[in-house]
Structures are given as C-alpha cells and as structure tokens.
C-alpha cells in the first residue's frame, strides 16, 4: 500500500489552463518549497491559508516566474497533511518545469487519488466520501453532481455508520450473553432482538434500492435511436442534443455508420447513438451501417424505433419494426412526421408509442416522459436521496443476509453463531465506510482517481 510518510507533489490542474497547480502533501513540503519558490516573506512565516505572491526559483540568480504559494499546515489542509501549493504559469512546458523542480528537491511522484488516499488515512473523510470525490470530477448531470455532493457531505457515510453503530451493540450484548450466561441481567428479549435485527436489515435494504439511481447516474444510459431510412432519426438525435450533429438530408440512406453522442436528457446522463436506417440494400456501406445499427440495438439499454406516420403502408412500417427488433429489449416507438398525417389511427403496439413531430417540435415532451418513466422502472418524481455504487450495493446485500442468519440465531438463543453473523454484518458495513476495507479494496478504488487529486 501507498507510503503516507513522506511529501509527495503532483500537478493538480487540469492540462491546458492559464494557470498551473502544484499540489504538495506531507512533512516535508514547506522545506520542498522553500526550495523552489521565494516570495517578500517565508511561506511559514504566512497567514495559513493566505495566497502570497513570489517567483519559482529556477537557478542561482533566481529570477524565476512569478508564481503564488498558499500555505495549509495540517491538519486543517484536504489531505491533513502541511500541504503546500504553489500556482504557477500554466501551458505545458512551464507546468513540467515547475513540477520537475519540486519532484528533484525532496517530493516523491504522486499516485492516481493519493491525496484523497491520505485524506482518507488522516479520518479527513470516509471511503463512501472519498468515491463521492471521484464521482464529483465524473458526473456528467447535475442530479450525478448533487448525488455526489450529498455523498461528500457525508450523508452516506451517516445513515451507515448509524446502523453499524446499532449492530456493534447488538453484538455485545450477544457476547456478554455468551460470557455469563448464568446472570440474567437485563437482557432485552430474544425475539425483540430479533425483530429488531429484521428491521434494520429492511433499512440496508432501502439503502440498496438506490443502486439502480446509483448506476444510471454514474454510468448513464445507452439509448439507440433506430428505424427505416428518412424516418427522421438524425433529426430527432439533433434536436435533442441540441445541435446539428448528424447530417440531415431528404435522401434515405443519409446515416451510414453509427454516431454517438452524449447527452442529459431530463437530468439523465445518455449516450445517445444514431444508427444508419434500416433496410435491404446490396450498397456495402449501407450494409455495413445496418450491421453496425443492428449491434448497437442488441446493446442498448432502450431503443427508440421511429415510424413513419406519413406512409402509405403502416402495416409495412409496423412488420418491418417488427422484423428488426432485437427480442427482449426495451422499446418506445414513435410515429414521426405527424406533422404530415393529422388525424390519422395507428393501431395499437405492443410498446409504448408516441405521435411526434421532430420538425415541429410537438410531442417531443411526452417521449421524453416515457423515456424517463422507462428509465427507472417507474413513475420517477422526486430525486433518490442516495445513488449506492454497485461496490455498496453487494455489500450491502452481504449485510442483510448475514442479519438474516443472526436474526435466526438470536430467536434460537445461539449466540455464539447470532454473534458471528452479526460481526459478518458489522464487517461488511465497515468495508464500505472504509474501516474494515482490506488493502486490496482501498487500491482498487484509489487507483481509479486521476493523478494530482
Ligand atoms: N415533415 C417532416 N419532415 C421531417 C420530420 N423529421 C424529419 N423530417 C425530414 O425527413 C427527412 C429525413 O430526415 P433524417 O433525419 O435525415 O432521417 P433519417 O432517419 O436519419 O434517415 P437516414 O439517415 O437516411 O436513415 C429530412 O428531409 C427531414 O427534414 C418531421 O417531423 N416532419
Ligand atoms: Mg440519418
């Protein structure tokens, strides 16, 4: 595992900007930068936390860069380490420069999230805070970002640490019980202990049906738009993106390979792909095209199937859908072009349908209803109040069948096994927070960080 140690220095900006930061955590990192930058005063002469304007020493006479340096002795610091950071020109050449010079006066490289990794040793946050961090810097919605944002704040953290802190009593109750079990102290009933183990087993459980709130604003949902060529597939990919990205032409067959963009649909991240129109062609592009439209269906989480309502034959529209669709796949079709067929019966689908108009905008709304509604499975109206990650969820479902083994083991009186399913339970719940979580986990999660937070 990752010394905690020593100073280690990373660029913390992103590349490219005007400005450059170089982030510097651990005991030694006001010496490292005394080396590198001067300024009119000593940085640990500063107010902590006070910007303080003065030049990279680059060389003996020391006519460096202007650069500013902010000084935050530990424990009050992100990493609770004296961390120091010296902003500096940005752009790539003077970025490495300045970083070389702190990394060959003292400063180790530093990892992918080994900041946040020693905020984390140092008790600065919990491991559900420290993930929430790197959702932060990935969330590609706003709902994504409050989720992440609440989970910084530690409102998972809270409503876990409650219930372990419930379970370990529980525990030592079930121990004492097997110590003296001549006593009878006041001991609460098997069969409320039992409930109330049951009960909090259903509070875990309300935890972890957020997971799937969890996974659709980490990871987003795939959503294929799809349909006979002219159907007007590309028109509907760019107005809900917002701007013309595939070509729009009267000729069918316009889309010949599969565009994919992303986009945040009703506050859900999607990566929205249209797919070239489907039909028998002997044009090989074409039919490389269709190939590629047939596989991006079979991966999608929902296929939006356009029809066209101004053709003659809604029978063939209908059979042709029908014919493609890859089966067990979730659909919504919409009859497109309603614009040209007012007043016109569609016979009933076995998906749900819509009548829209891309070119007149009308319809647009309640797609985007159905869409959302097939998105989480059901009538969505509030925000989650948490979004787990799949690393939670499957702990925290080991939680609950081990509360379901003690909660048998408490009605029997066993407590030597009620309270070797309730530690199981105490653990499982400790690997999310981060107490019980073995090296292997805090590696694989870290190193999922980019380098520099
Ligand atoms: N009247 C009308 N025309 C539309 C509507 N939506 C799209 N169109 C027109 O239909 C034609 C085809 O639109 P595209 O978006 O290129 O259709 P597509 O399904 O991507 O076609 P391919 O890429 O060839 O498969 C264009 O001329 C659009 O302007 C609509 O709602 N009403
Ligand atoms: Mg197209």
Redesign the pocket.
């Known amino acids: 595992m990752m010394n905690t140690e020593d100073t280690i220095a990373a660029v913390s900006s992103g590349t490219g900007g005007a400005v450059s930061i170089i982030r510097i955590s651990g005991p030694g990192s006001l010496s490292v930068s005394n080396h590198v930058w001067k300024g009119g005063r000593e940085l640990e002469l500063s107010r902590p936390r006070m910007m303080m304007l003065g030049k990279i020493i680059n060389g003996p006479d020391n006519t460096g860069d202007p650069a500013m340096a902010v000084y935050m002795p530990g424990p009050n610091s992100y990493t609770g380490d004296d961390v120091v950071e010296i902003h500096c020109h940005g752009g790539a050449l003077c970025t490495r420069r300045a970083l070389e010079l702190v990394l060959s006066n003292g400063a180790r490289a530093a990892g992918p999230g080994e900041f946040t990794y020693r905020a984390f040793v140092n008790g600065k946050m919990d491991l559900t805070q420290a993930e929430a961090v790197a959702d932060l810097i990935s969330a590609h919605s706003d709902m994504a970002m409050r989720m992440a944002e609440s989970q910084i704040a530690g409102r998972l953290r809270d409503s876990i640490r409650t219930i372990r802190d419930e379970l370990v009593d529980m525990l030592s109750e079930c121990e004492s019980r097997m110590d003296f079990p001549e006593e009878n102290l006041d001991w609460t009933a098997s069969f409320e202990m039992a409930d109330t183990i049951n009960l909090i087993a259903g509070r875990i459980n309300s935890l972890c049906a957020s997971s799937l709130e969890g996974s659709l604003l980490r990871e987003g949902v795939s959503v294929v738009?799809a349909?006979?060529?002219?159907?007007?597939?590309?028109?509907?990919?760019?107005l809900m993106l917002g701007f013309d990205r595939?070509?729009?032409?009267?000729?069918?067959?316009?889309?010949?390979d599969t565009i994919e963009e992303l986009a945040h649909v009703r506050g859900i991240p999607v990566r929205l792909t249209?797919?070239?129109?489907?039909?028998e062609t002997d044009n090989l592009v074409e039919v490389i095209g269709i190939d590629r439209s047939r596989s991006s269906m079979r991966q999608a989480h929902l296929v939006i199937w356009?029809l066209d309502?101004?053709t003659e034959d809604i029978g063939l529209e209908i059979s042709e859908m029908q014919k493609h669709l890859p089966e067990n796949i979730n659909v919504i079709c919409a009859w497109?072009?309603?614009?040209?067929a007012s007043g016109r019966e569609y016979p009933s689908l076995k998906y749900p349908s819509v009548q829209?108009?891309?070119?007149?905008e009308?319809g647009i709304e309640k797609l985007l209803d159905i869409f959302e509604n097939a998105v989480w499975g059901y009538p969505h109206t509030a925000e989650p109040e948490f979004a787990v990650s799949a690393r939670h969820a499957s702990l925290l479902q080991e939680a609950v069948s081990s509360l379901s083994d003690a909660a048998v083991r408490v009605r029997e009186e066993e407590w030597e096994l009620a309270a070797f399913h309730l530690k199981a339970a105490v653990h499982s719940l400790g690997t999310i927070t981060g107490e019980d979580a073995s090296p292997d986990v805090l590696e694989n999660i870290f190193s999922r960080f980019c380098i520099g937070k």
């Open positions: 738009i349909g006979r060529p002219n159907v007007g597939k590309s028109s509907l990919l760019n595939a070509i729009v032409t009267q000729v069918p067959g316009t889309t010949r249209d797919t070239a129109g489907i039909r356009l309502s101004s497109n072009k309603s614009d040209l829209i108009s891309v070119k007149e009308t």
